[in-house]
C-alpha cells in the first residue's frame, strides 16, 4: 500500500509543479510578449507553491530523504540507534499530530467560517490551507509504517 500512496503522491506532485511551470510561463509570456498582465497568475503560482512545498514535505519523508543530523546516532550501537530512530519517529507522529493536523484543522475551520477568500482567484483560503493537514496525515502514515516495518 505505501508504493501505491507513494506513486499517487509523486504524480500529483507533478500535476502541481506542470501546472506551477505552465501558469508562470503565461505570467511571462502575457506581462512581456502580450503586454497585457495576467492578474491572477502571481496569486496561483503562490498557492502551487505552497501546495508542493508542503506535499513535497510529506513525500520526501516517507521517502526517508529529508535532512538529518547523524554525529549522535553514528556514534552509538546498533540496538541503541534503532530505538533512538523510533523515538525521533514518535516526536515527528507528534509534532504534525498536535501542529500540522489539529493545529493546521483549526486554521482551516477558521477561514472557512470566517469566509476569507483570495483577492485574485476568489477561492476559499480553506482549500489553500488543507495541505497543511493532509500533508500531516500523509507524515504520521510514514511514521507509523516505518515504526512497524522495523
Known amino acids: 500500500m505505501r508504493k501505491t500512496v507513494d506513486k499517487i503522491l509523486a504524480n500529483f506532485l507533478v500535476v502541481i509543479m506542470t501546472l506551477m511551470v505552465l ?4 505570467q511571462v509570456a502575457s506581462r512581456f510578449i502580450l503586454d497585457a498582465p495576467s492578474s491572477f497568475t502571481d496569486e496561483l503560482a503562490r498557492y502551487l507553491m505552497i501546495w508542493i ?6 513525500y520526501i519523508s516517507g521517502r526517508n530523504m529529508h535532512v538529518a543530523i547523524d554525529v549522535l546516532p553514528t556514534r552509538l550501537s546498533q ?10 519517529r514518535i516526536l515527528i507522529i507528534l509534532f504534525c499530530f498536535l501542529v500540522m ?10 477561514t472557512y467560517v470566517l469566509g476569507q477568500n483570495s483577492p485574485a482567484l476568489q477561492v476559499p483560503l480553506a482549500m489553500v490551507y488543507a495541505v497543511i493537514p493532509i500533508s500531516g496525515f500523509l507524515i504520521i502514515y510514514y511514521k507509523l509504517s516505518d515504526i512497524l516495518k522495523k
Open 23 to 26: 501558469n508562470v510561463l503565461w
Open 101 to 110: 493536523i489539529i493545529g493546521g484543522s483549526r486554521l482551516v475551520y477558521i
Open 53 to 58: 512545498g508542503v506535499l513535497g514535505a510529506a
Open 79 to 88: 540496538p541503541i540507534q534503532k530505538r533512538l530512530l523510533i523515538i525521533v
